[in-house]
């Protein structure tokens, strides 16, 4: 038993070696495989990975993450953490035939400054607008300080322009509830948990061909931790998530 192979150094019988020693010294050879390959897999578990350590041939084991988490590297090796840059899901949820939807306490928070806020109504048993208040340890804003301009497009074409001040809502995008026309919008929404001036750009569509692009917000520097979506008659289903913006 001589002949090391290259790499990993395995030692194999040689020429020379006796026929009645084969069987042990295959036992030898093989064990020595056995130990290399598990050194370079280390795996226990679904989803582990393998990553090449400070030691020759041998690998480290990296456990599989939680769910939604990335793959990082932090002192110079791969780890999973949470997602930290781009857009990132904070939270989202379904919502049926309900007259108030409020997004949890702290859904604004100093991890973010800006965010993004998408909204899919499905039906609503009246017509009217989607109305918005922020809030603050789980109480309403409902001071005269909201403002909202803009513009909609209907299909005719029809151009209507807006312009409310001293509103104690934001009047968000019409919900034709009567013939179960869907209300599509996204927000995108600046600095809510910071001591300043909300604002937010608004755009929304429906299924009847109606466009409508505002730019609304709080008139005054005040610090939120959510808000509320409601139709300003009846009840509304649907679905709402949002979404924290990297800061850099």
């Not at 192979?5 to 194999?12: A, D, R």
């Not at 042990?24 to 795996?43: E, I, N, S, W």
């Not at 840059?85 to 306490?105: A, D, K, Q, R």
């Not at 968000?172 to 013939?179: A, D, K, V």
Request: proline content about 4%.
């Amino acid at each position: 038993m001589a002949n090391p192979t290259t790499n990993y150094g395995f030692v194999l019988p040689t020429s020379s070696d006796l026929v009645t020693d084969l069987p042990a010294d295959f036992d030898v050879a093989l064990q020595g495989v056995d130990t290399r390959l598990k050194a370079l897999q280390p795996g226990t578990t679904l989803g582990d990975l393998a990553y090449s350590s400070a030691t020759a041939n041998t690998n480290t084991r990296l456990g599989i993450g939680s769910t939604g988490n990335v793959l990082t590297v932090a002192g110079g090796v791969p780890t999973w953490s949470a997602p930290t840059g781009g857009l990132n899901l904070i939270t989202s949820s379904t919502f049926s035939s309900v007259s108030t939807v409020s997004l949890p306490n702290d859904t604004f928070s100093s991890t973010y400054d800006n965010y993004y806020l998408t909204v899919n109504i499905t039906s609503g048993s009246a017509s009217g607008d989607c109305a918005v208040r922020f809030r603050t340890s789980g109480t309403d804003n409902s001071s005269a300080s909201y403002f909202i301009t803009g513009q909609k497009i209907t299909l005719t074409p029809t151009q209507t322009l807006i312009g409310l001040s001293s509103q104690t809502y934001i009047h968000g995008p019409y919900i034709e509830g009567s013939s179960g026309t869907e209300t599509n919008f996204s927000w995108t929404i600046f600095n809510p948990n910071l001591s300043a001036v909300t604002m937010m750009l608004m755009n929304s569509s429906t299924r009847s061909f109606t466009t409508d692009i505002r730019s609304v917000g709080f008139n005054a520097t005040t610090v939120f931790d959510s808000l509320t979506i409601f139709p300003n008659s009846g009840t509304f289903s649907g679905t709402y998530r949002i979404y924290g913006l990297k800061k850099s």
